[in-house]
């Protein structure tokens, strides 16, 4: 079956950090370039990071440049994103999406993981 | 608030036709591709139309997209009561070099 599933959500304090972790399966991982959009509680969506195929070119949204690090691993079949100096406003959903290169082109979502940060 | 501009809601009785506006500038509509996402309660998100009118493989063809200018339309013909979702367009800012989002609009089936 193609699918995402992302996991690593959960409770943090302001200022902590937390890494999420995408893995994807039923097809090829290596060929597609990947994103993270979240989704506050009752709010819209919002793109945040991109990174290509072979992890060349990555963008970050201002809200999260200089705070969170996406990487990958093709022969994991593994999307991550590493967050620090984690906020309030960062509470959300947290999905992974996959795109064909084309950016925006989000043709496969996971099922999301929730990130709370409070104290 | 939203680089692209969505009204908050929508709504239409069983078997009309309703459109769904979305409006941007001259550095994310006007000069790239439109995406629009349907959300289903308590569902992640999944592509309804790419590349401005192109619907993915299984979606009906009920939903259409089209783009004029800094402004994109996806319109529902034949509204089902399973069509009742958040709508959402999208596009590549090449100011922002990043992906935005309109707010998002609420579909009700009357």
């Known amino acids: 079956e193609v699918q995402l599933v992302e996991s690593g959500g959960g409770l943090v304090q302001p200022g902590g950090s937390l890494r999420l972790s995408c893995v994807a399966s039923g097809f090829s991982f290596s060929m597609y370039s990947m994103n993270w959009v979240r989704q506050a509680p009752g709010k819209g969506l919002e793109w945040f990071s991109y990174i290509s195929s072979s992890s060349g070119t990555m963008y970050y949204a201002d809200s999260v440049k200089g705070r969170f690090t996406i990487s990958r691993d093709n022969a994991k079949n593994s999307l991550y994103l590493q967050m620090n100096s984690l906020r309030d406003e960062d509470t959300a959903v947290y999905y992974c999406?996959?795109?064909?290169?084309?950016?925006?082109?989000?043709?496969?979502w996971g099922r999301g993981t929730l990130v709370t940060v409070s104290s | 608030q939203s680089v692209l501009t969505q009204p908050p809601s929508a709504s239409g009785t069983p078997g009309q036709r309703v459109t769904i506006s979305c409006s941007g500038s001259s550095s994310n509509i006007g000069s790239n591709y439109v995406y629009w996402f349907q959300q289903l309660p308590g569902t992640a998100p999944k592509l309804l139309i790419y590349r401005n009118n192109q619907r993915p493989s299984g979606v009906p063809d009920r939903f259409s997209g089209s783009k004029s200018g800094t402004s994109a339309s996806l319109a529902i013909s034949g509204l089902r009561s399973e069509d009742e979702a958040d709508y959402y367009c999208?596009?590549?800012?090449?100011?922002?070099?990043?992906?935005?989002f309109g707010g998002g609009t609420k579909l009700t089936v009357l």
């Open positions: 999208a596009a590549w800012d090449d100011r922002l070099s990043g992906v935005v």
């Open positions: 999406a996959r795109s064909d290169g084309t950016l925006g082109n989000f043709d496969l």
